[in-house]
């Protein structure tokens, strides 16, 4: 196979590719998309890292080309869409910077308890001044570690060998951690209230954008010390500044920004403060960490062209031909109903539990389940879940997976059936597949409907009164939103109505904002699904 290498690789890397006999290895980084486009039909796979950009023109006509691999996390630079499109497999690393960030982590951590940065300036300057450098020891101290993914793993293992108490809270998945004895606890202020340190390594999300704020700075320790290696914006930087020159922090350390450069005023503030140690975005800069990312970026392409695993891929779910027939249609509603329940079900997750009813008991019903866990994950995380690494996701946070089996029916020939349980609350789907191919929700809640899961769809749980539906239809139509598909289910024992919602086009902030404003609305979600398949509309 013809690999070629587009970027600046890691010579670890390109050893490795060059040792492996079925593997002809070219390298031409820094090429243009123009130039990109004349010679990657050429090649089998490619390598690249954040340097060049794989766009809709270099894709265009990919040829031979079956592959891309990414060394590091993030994809931006590809046009993954098109590539899903094209049928080329596009792969990301997320796990070679693991140990890079987490060791980072701690070097913040100890930096700015022994005040190293502004010890070694004074230093620098001619000064010897030992009384205004005093610091504070890590041991016997509470640690809180928020995320518990793999970085936030790492980074809690490596506080019980510094001697610390360590608390853990993920603010999307309630089980244990399995990394030495750690605390878990279900609520954000509880962590805040008892730390002595702090860390976040939660991914960037509306969820987690500003979850440290000025309702947590509130409660915690005036001796507090915050870390953030994770992504700027977690740790609201206004009430970060605040905390810290009024006292109520002893100090933080910052090696994210909401920009790259930063150029928000807090954060420019924060970068000069007395009591902040600031750094470039040093997370993942190791020598180990990109020979790491290279090296797996190489197997991994290799690997996915010889026809093996498949790992680590953002648009392919690997085992589709598996399937049979009859089942392929619950891998969609599967998803979209995961996705869903996810968005419907606040908390952190416990448990998963999906029964499978009919003539599809019979069958290996396990990957549809794992379609299911990519629905309800992908919303919660920010690294690209798909079938290959959504159970070990699950796993690794504690998400307990059920799965039943009955050939047990009642008005339908197959049924599926999800309830999640979060520290807050359980929430309940069943679905089924229409005329062999079409994704319906049958059931919300207990609430019985006949619901399309695809493109804008709002639901909304409102008192069963006269009135309410014309109320929230007029909101709609003021902004000129097209109610494209309506399902509603009362229950007259709660008093309570659900209504789901397909409409042409999607609301905005306000719109939702305003329909959440009406006093017989109990709640309202939005949330957009892909399409169906065109000839969906034809049935209709």
């Known amino acids: 196979m013809k690999i070629l290498i587009a970027d600046k690789l890691s010579k670890v890397g390109i050893d490795w590719l060059e040792a492996q006999d079925d593997v002809e290895v070219t390298i031409n980084a820094g090429l243009p998309p123009a130039e990109l486009a004349k010679i990657a039909g050429e090649y089998d796979g490619m390598i690249i890292r954040s340097g060049v950009t794989v766009t809709e023109e270099v894709l265009t006509n990919p040829g031979n080309l079956k592959g891309i691999a990414r060394a590091g996390v993030g994809v931006d630079n590809i ?67 928020i995320g518990l993914g793999r970085i936030g793993r790492a980074v809690a293992k490596r506080g019980h060998a510094m001697e610390m108490r360590v608390l853990g809270y993920d603010p999307f998945f309630a089980g244990g951690c399995p990394e030495g004895t750690i605390e878990m606890v279900k ?68 090696d994210v920004y909401l920009k790259e450069p930063p150029d928000n005023p807090a954060e420019v503030e924060l970068v000069k403060h007395d009591k902040v140690l600031a750094v470039p975005h040093l997370g993942a800069s190791t020598e180990e960490a990109q020979e790491q990312v290279a090296l797996d970026a190489a197997k991994q392409l290799v690997e996915a062209i010889r026809g093996g695993e498949v790992r680590n891929a953002v648009n392919a ?41 009919g003539a599809i008991s019979e069958l290996n019903v396990s990957p549809i389940t794992t379609y299911l866990l990519t629905g309800i994950l992908s919303s919660h995380m920010e690294r690209n879940v798909n079938v290959i690494n959504a159970p070990v996701l699950a796993a690794e946070r504690g998400v307990e997976v059920e799965q039943i089996t009955t050939a047990k029916v009642q008005e339908f020939a197959n049924l599926m059936e999800v309830k999640i349980t979060t520290d807050k609350i359980q929430r309940t789907a069943v679905g089924t597949i229409f005329g062999k191919k079409f994704p319906r929700i049958l059931s919300l809640d207990g609430h019985h409907m006949e619901m399309r899961p695809e493109g804008h769809v709002v639901i909304i749980l409102n008192d069963d009164r006269p009135g309410a539906m014309g109320q929230y239809g007029s909101i709609f139509g003021r902004h000129e939103i097209n109610i494209a598909d309506l399902t509603l289910s009362r229950k007259k024992r709660s008093g309570l109505a659900m209504v789901g919602l397909n409409l042409d086009q999607a609301p905005g902030e306000e719109v939702i904002a305003e329909v959440r404003a009406m006093e017989s609305v109990e709640d309202i979600w939005y949330l957009e699904l892909p399409e169906l398949p065109a000839d969906e509309s034809e049935e209709n």
Request: proline residues 6%; glycine residues 8%; aromatic residues 6%.
């Open 317 to 357: 779910p690997g085992f589709g031909e598996a399937i049979p027939d009859i089942l392929r249609p619950y891998t969609e509603l599967a998803s979209r109903m995961g996705a869903l329940l996810a968005k419907i079900t606040p908390g952190a997750i416990e448990k998963v539990e999906v029964i499978y009813r």
């Open 187 to 254: 609520d954000i202020q509880e962590i805040c209230k008892r730390s002595d340190y702090i860390t976040v390594h939660v991914p960037k999300s509306p969820e987690t954008l500003g979850m440290i704020g000025p309702e947590q700075f509130a409660v915690m320790k005036p001796s507090v010390r915050l870390i953030n290696a994770a992504r700027g914006g977690i740790i609201d930087p206004q009430a970060l500044l605040d905390a810290l020159n009024e006292n109520r922090v002893a100090g933080a350390a910052l």
């Open 79 to 145: 046009d993954v869409k098109f590539a899903t499109q094209k049928g080329v497999i596009v792969m990301n690393t997320p796990d070679g910077n693991t140990l890079s960030t987490a060791e980072l982590a701690w070097a913040l951590m100890l930096a700015l308890s022994r005040k190293i940065s502004p010890a070694n300036a004074s230093m620098r300057s001619g000064e010897w001044n030992r009384k205004a450098y005093q610091g504070t020891q890590l041991a016997n101290k509470t640690l809180g570690v």
